[in-house]
Structure formats: C-alpha cells, structure tokens
C-alpha cells in the first residue's frame, strides 16, 4: 500500500487532558509544540510542531545562533544540555536550533522548532 500524505505536517492534533492555553509549549512524548489557541481539558487541538518561536531562556544565559535546545518542563525555559534521569533516560525533549543569537540579559530566544 502507498503511504499517503495526510498535511503538511505543521500542526498535530491531540486530546488535551489539562486545559491548555494559547501560546502554551506541550509535550507529547518526546514530540515539542506550542499551542496556537487555547484548549479545554479533554478538548481536541492542535500544537503547531514546525515554524519559528521565541521561548523564555534562563536569565544571565548568551545563546549564539543555531545553538541546539531542549525545554525544561519543570522551569519552563530552554536548556543548553538535555538533563537526565538515574537510568541515562533524557527527561528534557529537544526543542529546536536557534535562528539568532540571544544575549546573557534577554528573556527570550528565537528557535525553529525541529522534530
């Protein structure tokens, strides 16, 4: 059988089981988006999984272009190292590669989301 293309792959739908609001990042699995509306809890939505955004970044961080990042879950900031759990097991899914660089004082950095 011929595999079909179903879209164009920008966003992936998914049921929220918490209410989930527009601009939020979401995780499914080691699968990163942000969500481009709000989303009721057990609402179907999407999250858009490829294009650019610009995320928090932790305080006092230089970030240079094309930089890989992850997204730390529990701090809600990109990291510069993926963490990982007692069993080697990387907890902080990868977000993207910068697009420009990002100074120790700014709270945000550009990043194209890679999947």
Do not use: C
Request: no cysteine.
């Amino acid at each position: 059988m011929p595999v079909m293309v179903d879209s164009e792959g920008k966003y992936v739908s998914f049921t929220a089981t918490t209410p989930i609001t527009a601009g939020a990042i979401v995780v499914l699995g080691e699968l990163v988006g942000v969500a481009p509306l709000s989303i009721a809890a057990n609402g179907v939505g999407q999250i858009a999984v490829r294009g650019i955004v610009r995320v928090p970044k932790p305080s006092n961080t230089n970030i240079v272009a094309g930089t890989k990042l992850w997204w730390d879950i529990l701090a809600g900031t990109v990291v510069l190292v993926p963490f990982t759990d007692e069993f080697g097991i990387v907890t902080t899914p990868y977000l993207g590669k910068t697009i420009e660089g990002s100074a120790k004082a700014a709270t945000t950095v550009r990043v194209r989301l890679s999947q």
